[in-house]
């Protein structure tokens, strides 16, 4: 089974802070892959691709290692507003052409005053 | 604005019933999807539509339907073969036809069932 595994979280933290957040899936022909934010019951919105040479994004930044099969999100300086929930996606070929993406559970993140 | 429209955004359903939940876009994408959401669960992919008058299943279809009569709009019903039809339902489109361009989401539709 095609899964994406994501820590648990909750991940509380005070502003300003360094925040990592770890990713494995288990398709090693996963093609490309995401970070996506989501707000309490909203949709989610994407956040980033992640590349195999590492992106980063103004306080945001994204590790790909393929042969551990492992993806990374470093937030830096966190502020309040970056409370939500990230999740790890993956797109990999399904057949006949298509691709899909396989979404991780997601981690909760809270940051405090 | 262009983007994707899903109504509505809340919906009862009685046990038994059919309902049917809208997702419209406006972005001339091909690729549509239909993902549940249940709390603390990741997204499900339910149906997908890679182009008019296509769709395929996807993990989770049984109990729901779709069509695909035109490239804007993607139709999902939720038949009263579905068990426990109450979640978070989201449509999404492809931002681009090469596997590294990632989806857009509507604002979603809750369903309930009463």
């Known amino acids: 089974r095609k899964e994406v595994e994501q820590d648990p979280g909750p991940f509380n933290v005070p502003e300003g802070a360094t925040v990592a957040f770890n990713c494995t899936y288990s398709?090693?022909?996963?093609?490309?892959f995401f970070w996506y934010r989501q707000d309490c019951r909203k949709e989610p919105k994407l956040l980033m691709s992640?590349?195999?040479s590492g992106n980063e994004d103004g306080r945001f930044t994204a590790q790909l290692n393929r042969a551990s099969q492992y993806i990374s999100l470093l937030i830096r300086d966190s502020k309040l507003s970056d409370s939500a929930t990230y999740l790890c996606?993956?797109?990999?070929?399904?057949?006949?052409?298509?691709?899909?993406?396989?979404f991780g559970k997601g981690t909760k993140l809270s940051v405090i005053p | 604005d262009g983007g994707i429209t899903q109504s509505p955004k809340y919906l009862f359903r009685k046990e038994g019933q059919n309902v049917t939940l809208s997702c419209e876009q406006n972005?001339?994408?091909?690729?549509m999807y239909w993902y549940r959401q249940d709390p603390g669960q990741g997204l499900r992919l339910i149906y997908y539509?890679?182009?008019?008058?296509?769709?395929q299943k996807g993990d989770i279809a049984e109990g729901y339907s779709v069509s695909r009569e035109k490239k804007e709009s993607f139709p999902l019903t939720v038949t009263s073969a579905q068990k426990n039809p109450t979640a978070f339902y989201l449509c999404?489109?492809?931002?681009?036809?090469?596997?590294?361009?990632?989806?857009?989401f509507g604002s979603g539709t809750r369903l309930t069932v009463v």
């Open positions: 996606v993956v797109n990999s070929y399904s057949g006949a052409g298509s691709y899909q993406l396989t």
């Open positions: 398709n090693s022909a996963s093609q490309s």
């Open positions: 992640v590349y195999s």
């Open positions: 972005l001339n994408h091909d690729a």
């Open positions: 539509s890679q182009i008019v008058n296509d769709f």
């Open positions: 999404a489109t492809k931002l681009g036809p090469q596997p590294n361009y990632g989806y857009t």
